[in-house]
């Protein structure tokens, strides 16, 4: 087996706050040590988006400005007198020793890049503007960014040099923490902007077309589908804008989920068909998460249950198969972040005494004292107090006066504070627990036996006005009872797990406290009645089976017109439950039959004697059900008094289209009314009797397989002009293999 060509990598993903820009990835790979008739290796090399081949690193930060061996030494380093890792990056500079020259850098880049057969100084603007715009786009996209970018690769470098020399681990892709979730909201606002640009890109592509032809550039909306269907010729009537291009655009990604464009969907399954068998599923359903990875990996590891999943992912409900421990679930508690803008926090740190990096030498960086600075993964500056900064944003989010989603992380063996405030982060509420303590030592680290126990900051008096409903979930965050802490924030936590647990002897270290242990499990997870008794497995597969349980799935389902749902005629309240059901209102909308149920031995010798047992005592309206081995076996009688009896609702839409105003009004016009053999042609293998003058079925009437339900007919078009009054069918007729009754029209 041939060795890897690189011995580290570096993976840095990069997106603006509410950008339109797709993520921009840079990697960085520093190279193994190399066989015969090559150079020595170490190299670090950097892979740029838009670049056809890897680039020195060294020649990346030439080209961002720093030119001499010093100035990026202090950028990468730190610390001069770190020999072995001044040795470690001396490849890399014998590498781009011919590039000393920041226009030299640039052009080295423009050369490689995607834009070709052009001149030199087009050549290094371009690079120039590809180290603005696409190169860790989150430092900034500005003129004057280069700095931070320096300083941002600079400490790319330098992490990886640390796992290299084997003085840091390297990360954990799985960890929670490096995941965010996207929302509807901004996936329905890239979608947005995606049909948004190609429209855009029409309307150039048109005013192109009208220059070239010496044409008048039309811009007045007018519907091409429309237009198409009654041949008119649309030289004549054409525009620059497609009316119907953003609408047909979003309604093909949610009716088919494939989410971006037709041609190259990116996507599928964004949008899915909401689950209707049961309450308890389309709560479990709406709380689900998708992994973008292929089904058929044989990867074990992003499928496996992760110490960050604690709280916020349910241990046990995901699906048995491909899909296995990729398709998650939200835990009860746990709450997705919407975001908030960062620039609240990047103001406050100014006036908070921290020093930015364009003010700062490299030396300073490296003085045991500071502390690096990160707002949503960008480095802002360093800051000579961290225990005092931390203590502040934590006690400000405790009062609400910075948004309580904000995350706030002290890593004190990297000298590190991480602050988040961007979208997707999964979060969950803790308990807060404080200290009897009059003064509190500065060093966190510090904890004698002698300090008092630690308790709860919610009290008794609390409870009882949560009970009483005087207070609610936003006055415990403003009062500082609770908090939302994300995967990141709880690696710098110390949890307990129940409150006595606050009174033992090493109480002091407790920051936090958890709300109840069960909260760990997903809303499937919490209506098993004592999970920690089963096998793990067992939970997993009820948690399947709940969903497909059928009951009573909205509280209005006679007022609803949903695409399909299914409701169970005589569902009961469950006679095992537990603490969840009461908050998930599985008691008002139950599922699934308290059956009385024999069990049948294995070999089957206890049947005859089971079944005698229950005729004796049964009543006309006993249900006799047997169970063997997964299986049940029911008697004709009880599924004829309407044991586990079911309906579905299907939902059949249509919609009359091509009401054009103007001069050609009424032209294509689609009409609901009763087709018939005088005036239509085209006619459906089907009955149409049941169709009133309106085009629709009343509600109440029998229908079955192949009947007509919605009456519609189309002019026909002979060039552009209706001959006489022959009209096409078009109505919508049931699907054959169902039959019931019509419960609503409208």
């Known amino acids: 087996m041939t060795p890897h060509r690189y011995s580290w990598v570096v993976e840095c993903r990069s997106h603006v706050e509410h950008g339109a820009r797709p993520t921009s990835t840079v990697y960085m790979q520093m190279y193994n040590k190399a066989g015969r008739g090559q150079s020595q290796g170490n190299q670090i090399r950097m892979t740029l988006p838009y670049v056809r081949v890897d680039i020195p690193v060294i020649i990346v930060f030439r080209a961002l400005g720093f030119v001499a061996d010093r100035d990026i030494l202090e950028h990468v380093v730190y610390d001069f ?19 000393q020259n920041q226009t030299i850098a640039l052009d080295f880049i423009g050369r490689r890049g995607s834009a070709t057969n052009i001149g030199r100084s087009k050549r290094v603007q371009y690079a120039k503007e590809l180290l603005q715009k696409e190169v860790l786009p989150h430092v900034g996209t500005e003129e004057q960014s280069d700095t931070k970018k320096a300083f941002f690769v600079g400490y790319i470098v330098h992490k990886l040099l640390m796992c290299s020399l084997e003085r840091i681990d390297e990360d954990d892709r799985d960890h929670y923490g490096k995941k965010r979730l996207d929302l509807a909201g901004p996936l329905l606002g890239g979608l947005f902007r995606m049909l948004f640009r190609k429209l855009t890109k029409d309307v ?33 009537h054409s525009s620059a ?35 209707r068998l049961t309450y308890a599923s389309t709560l479990s359903h709406l709380r689900r998460l998708n992994t973008p990875l292929g089904r058929e990996g044989k990867q074990a590891k992003p499928r496996q249950l992760h110490n960050t999943h604690w709280g916020f992912i349910c241990p046990a409900e ?14 009860l508690m746990a709450y997705v972040s919407v975001g908030s803008p960062q620039s609240p926090i990047l103001e406050f740190l100014e006036e908070w005494s921290m020093e930015n990096l364009e003010e700062i030498s490299p030396q300073t960086i490296a003085d045991p004292g500071t502390t690096k600075i990160f707002v949503n993964g960008s480095w802002i500056g360093v800051h000579r107090d961290p225990y005092t900064l931390e203590a502040t944003l934590r006690s400000l989010r405790r009062q609400i006066d910075i948004d309580p989603e904000v995350s706030v992380v002290r890593d004190i063996k990297e000298k590190e504070l991480r602050v988040y405030t961007d979208a997707g982060r999964v979060c969950r509420p803790l308990l807060i627990v404080e200290s009897d303590h009059t003064s509190v030592s500065k060093d966190p680290l510090n904890h004698s036996s002698s300090n008092p126990a630690q308790k709860l900051k ?14 609610g979930w936003t006055q415990l965050l403003v009062k500082g009872l609770v908090e939302l802490v994300d995967t990141e924030e709880e690696e710098a936590t110390m949890i307990a797990m129940i409150p006595s647990d606050l009174n033992e002897p090493y109480s002091s270290t407790y920051t936090h406290c958890e709300i109840h242990p069960s909260m760990i499990l997903g809303i499937c997870g919490s209506i098993i009645p004592f999970p920690d008794h089963n096998q793990s497995p067992r939970n997993t597969y009820q948690s399947a089976m709940g969903k497909q349980a059928m009951g009573i799935y909205a509280s209005n389902f006679q007022q609803r017109m949903d695409t399909l749902a299914h409701v169970l005629h005589y569902p009961q309240k469950p006679l095992a439950t537990t603490r969840a059901m009461e908050h998930l209102h599985f008691r008002e909308l139950p599922s699934g039959v308290n059956a009385i149920v024999a069990i049948m031995c294995y070999t089957g010798y206890n049947q005859a004697r089971l079944r005698r047992l229950f005729i004796l005592r049964a009543s006309p309206l006993t249900f006799i059900v047997y169970m063997q081995e997964d299986s049940l076996i029911m008697n004709q009688a009880a599924v004829d008094r309407g044991l586990f009896r079911s309906s579905f609702y299907r939902t059949y839409v249509d919609q009359e289209r091509g009401h054009v105003t103007g001069d050609t009004a009424g032209l294509y016009c689609e009409t609901f009314e009763r087709p018939g053999q005088d005036h239509c042609v085209a006619m459906r293998h089907g009955s149409y009797e049941k169709v009133d003058c309106d085009g629709l079925v009343s509600p109440g009437v029998r229908v079955s397989g192949a009947d007509i339900l919605i009456g519609k007919t189309v002019p026909v078009l002979n060039g552009g002009e209706t001959s006489g009054l022959v009209k096409r069918d078009a109505s919508t007729a049931m699907r054959p293999n169902e039959s019931g009754l019509v419960d609503q029209a409208s």
């Open 81 to 99: 007198s770190d020999t072995e890792m001044m040795e470690r990056l001396r490849p890399s500079l014998d590498e781009a020793f011919v590039v």
């Open 204 to 236: 150039l592509a048109y005013l192109q077309k009208c220059i070239d032809e010496g044409r008048d550039f039309n811009l007045a909306c007018v519907d091409y589908s429309i237009h198409s269907k009654r041949f008119v010729d649309i030289k004549l």
């Open 241 to 275: 804008i497609k009316s119907r291009l953003i609408t047909d655009g979003l309604r093909y990604s949610l009716a088919t989920g494939n989410w971006g464009d037709r041609k190259d969907a990116s996507r599928a399954g964004v949008s899915q068909v909401l689950n």
């Open 318 to 331: 995901t699906p048995e198969g491909q899909a296995v421990g990729l398709v998650k679930n939200l835990a």
């Open 458 to 471: 919610l009290r008794k008096p609390h409870i009882h006005n949560l009970v009483n409903g005087e207070l």
